[in-house]
C-alpha cells in the first residue's frame, strides 16, 4: 500500500461515521447540546468538515468551498473563512445551527471529494514537505494531513458519543 491509499482510507472512515452520527436527527437535535456547555452534534461535525475544507484548501492554494458554495447558510454562519470553530465558547457552539443533516453529510462529502483527490496526488517524499512554518518544529505535510484526519476521527467519535447521550 503506498501513503496516498493509506491516507485515502485514514481519511475515507470518517463520512460513514458522520452518516451514523446525524442519521435522523432534525434540525433541532443538531444543535441541541447535550449537557450545559458541551458542543452539539452539529457543532462537531461541522467543525471537523470545516478544518478539512480550511487546511486542504490552505495545502491546494485555492479557495474553501465553505466560502465558494450556500453552506454558511446551511448553517446559519456566515461564510467567514477564519471560523473554523476554534475556540468557541457556548455562545459560538450555539450559533452553529445546521438545516439538517443532510448539511452535515452533504458540506463534509463535497469537502471529502476534493480531500481525497488531493490525496491521489501524493507520493511519500510529498510528506516531508514543510507547509507551516510558523511552528517550531516546522509542519511538514505528513505532520499536517494525520493531525486533520486525527481531529476528524477524535470529533466524530464525540458527536456519537454525544448522540448517545440523547438516549
Do not use: K
Not at 495545502?59 to 448553517?75: C, H, I, P, S, Y
Not at 510558523?134 to 476521527?153: E, F, I, M, Q
Request: net charge negative; aromatic share 6%.
Amino acid at each position: 500500500m503506498d501513503v496516498s491509499d493509506l491516507l485515502i482510507e485514514a481519511y475515507g472512515r470518517i463520512p460513514p461515521l458522520v452518516e451514523a452520527a446525524v442519521d435522523g436527527l432534525d434540525a433541532d437535535a443538531l444543535a441541541t447540546p447535550p449537557g450545559p456547555g458541551a458542543n452539539t452534534v452539529g457543532w462537531l461535525v461541522w467543525h471537523l468538515a470545516r478544518v478539512q475544507d480550511h487546511h486542504v484548501a490552505e495545502l491546494l492554494d485555492e479557495d474553501q468551498l465553505w466560502v465558494t458554495g450556500d453552506w454558511a447558510a446551511r448553517f446559519g454562519l456566515e461564510a467567514d473563512p477564519g471560523n473554523t470553530g476554534y475556540g468557541h465558547d457556548a455562545e459560538e457552539v450555539a450559533a452553529v445551527r445546521p438545516d439538517g443533516p443532510e448539511a452535515c453529510t452533504g458540506y463534509l462529502g463535497a469537502v471529502q471529494e476534493r480531500t481525497e483527490a488531493y490525496l491521489r496526488t501524493l507520493s511519500g517524499g510529498d510528506l516531508d514537505r514543510v507547509v507551516d512554518d510558523r511552528w517550531d518544529p516546522p509542519v511538514t505535510l505528513g505532520v499536517r494531513l494525520v493531525s486533520v484526519a486525527d481531529d476528524s476521527l477524535q470529533h466524530v467519535g464525540q458527536a456519537a458519543y454525544a448522540r448517545g447521550l440523547r438516549g
